[in-house]
């Protein structure tokens, strides 16, 4: 803005004195950043208006704003600020980001306040650089700013990058804060680290022996060390051992100690570092020489993840691919395959490489045990976490159709009404699965779909009162029985070997009945419809008529009021008009006879009177 329109905003807000700079700053072409609005462009200051007129990105329309306004909302950016040079040098700012990310961070750092810049205020400088690109620039960035020199990354997220005054080798870095740091865990990444950057041992030589001997000390006496992380610190140690010529099998403790030790091998495995879990398979082998494609194997059952994986490469290269495949066999005729498993199975059925593994295994079988495995997951599952094998088998266009390959008509319609009834499933899904199901045999549209049709179709006339109760018989399912059973299944896994296992089953078996109970409720609750019995009529029979009965058989009269579906009480004298008396007699009317048969006995009943249910409760 030019001196004398900045001479009479002050003189009408005198307080505005001390902001002079930042309001001769306020030019038409400068860039300004906005808490709320982002960054901007000053296109003019109107003096008739008194306003500065800015356009916003991503709002091409242009705001007028009050420079008093702007003073303390409004940032005005230097021309070296990396926002301003995207904008005036795009392929210049475009190049560091795709090939110097370093680079870009040491820019931005030059020209910060003292070169310092925390974490939160880089990273979202850089989001408004990059958008959405960020997340995943930035991560592959903090790993070049790991070994450059120039720029101190911050061990916490409240500490500041900062441009050094004289760069410093990452090895250095890392030593400084090793021998800082307390925590024994740290201490063990920190030496990996430190380890695998360093060009040549003789950066780190002369440290070395302090940091051996130090590395012995935490991983024998550190309390807070669990066993995953005392293997894991005796294999650093180790690795640094060697270049001392340390005689490592002697140094204590050792990993075939540790692994002695440890009555949960599965637990241990899943806890250390996935690039020392190879590592840990040959460590098993020489400490279990007789016995250690047993124990492996078992690691195999229990596994997670990319552990999963590593215990089928691994065995597959010490040549036990037919134990492998035996076991694979066993655990599905058994119905005990687990997730990471069944996804491992699924996702290489067509290696070449584990072909013998999978053969005979893409059957209509998997696919009941991918069911029952997602079903489990979710009836234990109490969060909103994704469900990963629920995930494959959607997001695999191919895997229903080379799973069902070998089904037959029948066989595809359980396994589609297994699918129905899964609880890991929204319903969109379980309706882009089912598709797939019918284009390969369109007999399940009118098998499955259509009787859910029906089901549908057929509405149930209820009262209130029993509509409430199956209300509640529904809240107290979902909320009571059915978590306190994923519980017991859950407590019966861990007495042991399901196949002996009587409690496991019987939770298994009530977990059954629990779901088919909660499904039949859904299926009715959906199709009721309630009414208070006003509209029956006194000609014929109606829900909600009052009947007297002459029965020939017993030679005696009885009265039965024909109310809702759920309201059968035949002690007090209502049935439901669904049942078989109830159904007999809709339609009827006085002198009309109905026939019942129940379990082999006839009875005859002749229709001698019709009254309406509402006028017997006025």
């Known amino acids: 803005m030019k001196k004398e329109a900045i001479d009479l905003i002050i003189e009408k807000n005198p307080k505005l004195a001390k902001s002079r700079a930042k309001l001769e700053a306020m030019t038409a072409g400068s860039f300004c950043l906005h808490r709320s609005w982002g960054f901007g462009k000053i296109r003019e200051y109107d003096v008739a208006s008194g306003k500065l007129i800015i356009e916003f990105d991503g709002d091409k329309t242009e705001h007028p704003m009050d420079p008093a306004f702007c003073v303390e909302r409004l940032e005005i950016l230097p021309a070296s600020n990396i926002l301003v040079r995207a904008r005036n040098e795009p392929a210049i700012i475009e190049e560091l980001v795709k090939k110097r990310p370093a680079d870009l961070v040491v820019e931005i750092l030059h020209h910060a306040p003292d070169r310092t810049m925390s974490a939160i205020e880089l990273e979202n400088l850089l989001t408004r650089l990059l958008g959405e690109r960020f997340k995943k620039w930035w991560s592959g960035a903090k790993k070049h700013l790991a070994k450059d020199a120039r720029v101190s990354v911050p061990a916490r997220k409240s500490a500041p990058f900062s441009l050094r005054e004289e760069p410093v080798k990452p090895e250095q870095q890392i030593l400084e804060e090793y021998y800082v740091t307390k925590q024994p865990k740290k201490k063990i990444l920190l030496a990996e680290k430190l380890y695998s950057i360093s060009n040549s041992v003789e950066e780190i030589e002369k440290d070395l022996p302090r940091i051996f001997d130090d590395l012995t000390t935490t991983i024998k006496e550190a309390r807070q060390l669990t066993t995953a992380d005392r293997l894991h610190g005796v294999w650093v140690r180790n690795d640094l051992a060697r270049h001392l010529h340390a005689e490592v099998d002697k140094l204590e403790p050792t990993s075939e100690s540790i692994i002695l030790g440890c009555a949960e091998l599965s637990q241990l495995a899943e806890q250390l570092p996935s690039n020392f879990q190879r590592r840990f398979l040959d460590v098993v082998t020489r400490v279990y020489p007789d016995s250690w494609q047993e124990v492996v194997i078992n690691l195999l059952r229990n596994s997670a993840g990319k552990f999963t994986s590593e ?190 296992n009587a409690e496991y089953k019987m939770a298994r078996q009530e977990q059954d009945t ?38 020939k058989k017993s030679d005696r009269t009885h009265r039965y009021a024909i109310l809702g579906a759920w309201d059968s009480n035949p002690e007090k004298g209502i049935l439901s008009y669904k049942t078989p008396l109830g159904q007999q007699l809709l339609g009827k009317k006085v002198g009309d006879a109905v026939r019942t048969e129940i379990e082999g006995s006839v009875e005859e009943w002749t229709l001698r009177k019709i009254e309406r249910w509402v006028d017997q409760k006025k």
């Open 514 to 551: 629990l779901l088919a109970r909660k499904s039949l409720l859904e299926s009715e609750m959906s199709r009721s419809r309630t009414t208070d019995f006003s509209e029956a009529q006194m000609d014929n029979v109606g829900v909600g008529s009052v009947v007297e009965l002459f029965n």
């Open 311 to 500: 215990c089928i490469s691994f065995l597959v290269d010490k040549e036990c691919s037919d134990q492998v495949a035996d076991c694979f066999r066993r655990w599905l005729n058994e119905q005990t395959l687990k997730t990471s498993v069944l996804l491992w199975i699924i996702r290489n059925r067509h290696s070449r490489k584990f072909a013998k593994l999978v053969d005979g295994m893409i059957s209509p079988r998997l696919l009941a045990a991918i069911f029952y495995a997602i079903d489990n997951e979710a009836l234990q599952n109490t969060s909103n976490r994704r469900i990963v094998l629920a995930d494959a088998l959607s997001d695999d266009p191919d895997l229903i159709a080379d799973l069902l390959a070998d089904a037959n008509d029948e066989t595809a319609r359980d396994l589609a009404q297994t699918l129905l009834l899964n609880q890991g499933f929204e319903d969109l899904t379980k309706k882009s699965l089912l598709a797939r199901f019918i284009r390969l045999f369109p007999k399940i549209q009118t098998l499955v779909a259509g009787d859910a049709t029906t089901r549908q179709a057929e509405s149930l006339f209820v009262s209130q009162e029993s509509l409430d109760n199956r209300k509640k018989e529904y809240e107290n399912l979902v909320q009571v029985r059915i978590p306190e059973n994923k519980i017991a299944i859950q407590t019966a896994r861990e007495l042991g070997d399901l196949r002996e």
